[in-house]
Antibody, heavy 121, light 106 residues
């Protein structure tokens, strides 16, 4: 079945850019939405945004000025960049497949295991 | 943004008992609501989508109901593997938002 795996640095310095990649295996990246969600230590879940295979994106307004999600269909990967990070961006970052089912159902049915990113000097 | 409020924050139950978890939206989200289960150190797992449809492979003891602003996740007979944190999430309005979760413990 489809599997997702996050990768990227586990430690980022304040004011720098957090960059993560999610690799999709055993399935195609086409015809789906792909999302990023994060979870600060001991806290709940927060949507970061998602991207469709056309490249169309939707970002959480609270992060919109700092976030970019992109797609590399040739590598079956999608990526997250978050600029100007602070300690508040310390979290477990998850990538997930966002399924759309007509007429208007959306749900995340496949998740990566998550990767911990700490913002600290 | 829509605020999702889950109650109780912690639910203490015994195996075999029924658990009822509530989720309230600050404004109507129609039936555009999902439920996820998260165990320590693991990614969330989809349980219910569209407020009441069980995801593939989810046991029948899990059921979801509600629409508008009031939703319920019911676990009819708790098994040991059901002790976890449960999150509701609306996708009616962007940004989509999660509740803070209900921890189901022994």
């Amino acid at each position: 079945q489809v599997q997702l795996q996050e990768s990227g640095p586990g430690l980022v310095k304040p004011s720098e850019t957090l960059s993560l990649t999610c690799t999709v295996s055993n399935g195609s990246i086409s015809s789906y939405y792909w999302s990023w969600i994060r979870q600060p230590p001991g806290k709940g879940l927060e949507w970061i945004g998602f991207i469709y295979d056309t490249g169309n994106t939707n970002y959480n307004p609270s992060l919109k000025r700092r976030v970019t999600i992109s797609l590399d269909t040739s590598k079956n990967q999608f990526s997250l960049k978050l600029t100007s990070v602070t300690a508040a961006d310390t979290a477990v970052y998850y990538c997930a497949r966002l399924q759309w089912l007509a007429p208007y159902y959306y749900y995340m049915d496949v998740w990566g295991q998550g990767t911990t990113v700490t913002v600290s000097s | 943004e829509i605020v999702m409020t889950q109650s109780p924050a912690t639910l203490s139950v015994s195996p075999g008992e029924r658990a009822t978890l509530s989720c309230r939206a600050s404004q109507s989200v129609s039936s555009n609501l999902d439920w996820y289960q998260q165990k320590p150190g693991q990614a969330p797992r989809l349980l219910i989508y569209g407020a009441s449809t069980r995801a593939t492979g989810i046991p029948a003891r899990f059921s979801g109901s509600g629409s508008g602003t009031e939703f319920t996740l019911t676990i009819s007979s708790l098994q040991s593997e059901d002790f976890a944190v449960y999150y509701c999430q609306q996708y009616n309005n962007w940004p989509w938002t999660f509740g803070l979760g209900t921890r189901v413990e022994i």
